[in-house]
């Protein structure tokens, strides 16, 4: 597990797992977090245990759908429930946004002073579908700030050397088959002409649409989790496997 590096607020904590640490067996070694992945149940329990100590807050676990909709994440919905959302914000100190992810994007997002945090799971789906902008807009609606004050960290996700990606992408994005942008998607040279295929920059994409949105403090998103088989888990590179999360809290003290 490692803390991001972000312009966060001290009163801000945060922490990202890789997949060193746990219990769980291969293919899920070590420490999985998913609990619908195959794995051993008490295996996962274990490892998020271990995650929970680590952040020291209570986590508000998600069902994620690649879609846009926030959750507030508070104590009460922690201790009962699982609800479907792909991020969640919280005021309410002690108590952690969590998304998972084994390629897709987690977004981090702290107000001035640590007055709400946020987290997002963007995939491309509900990045293009405006996941990380319906976050941020919470979380500044919650602390009265405006984009601008918000810090932001990206995580580790399919890098843009291996999120090979169709014209679907491409559209979702606004960009054009005939004419794409070289800094966020780039001709793949393993496609042929019958079916052709781009790379597509995930992290860079995610940076668009938080600028655009007002965000200017912007950091991470250099973690390829397909290249770095030794920290993170990938769905792209294995098929079977583990999920990372990523947690971003208020301190209690």
Not at 215 to 241: K, L, P
Request: with cysteine; hydrophobic share 45%.
């Amino acid at each position: 597990m490692f803390r991001p590096q972000w312009q966060a607020a001290p009163q801000v904590g945060a922490l990202m797992s890789t997949r060193a640490g746990g219990v769980s067996g291969a293919p899920w070694d070590s420490l999985n977090l998913g609990v619908a992945v195959g794995d051993d149940p008490a295996a996962v329990a274990e490892n998020r245990r271990r995650f929970v100590a680590g952040i020291g807050a209570q986590p508000l676990w998600l069902l994620q759908v690649h879609g846009q909709r926030v959750v507030k994440a508070t104590a009460a919905l922690a201790a009962t429930g699982v609800p479907q959302a792909d991020a969640a914000w919280t005021d309410e100190p002690g108590v952690a946004c969590v998304v998972q992810v084994a390629d897709c994007l987690p977004v981090l997002l702290a107000a001035p002073e640590g007055r709400a945090v946020a987290a997002a799971h963007a995939g491309w789906r509900g990045l293009a579908g405006g996941v990380v902008e319906a976050a941020l807009s919470a979380l500044c609606e919650a602390a009265g700030c405006a984009p601008q004050e918000v810090a932001v960290w990206l995580g580790p996700c399919i890098g843009p050397r291996r999120f090979e990606v169709g014209a679907d992408v491409l559209q979702a994005f606004g960009q054009s088959p005939q004419r794409s942008d070289p800094l966020r998607f780039v001709a793949s040279p393993a496609a042929g002409d019958a079916s052709p295929r781009w790379l597509a920059n995930l992290p860079q994409l995610a940076r668009d649409r938080l600028q655009r949105a007002g965000v200017q403090r912007i950091s991470g998103g250099g973690w390829c989790t397909v290249e770095d088989r030794a920290r993170f888990f990938s769905y792209r590179r294995d098929g079977v496997t583990g999920r990372l999360a990523a947690a971003v809290w208020i301190r209690s003290s």
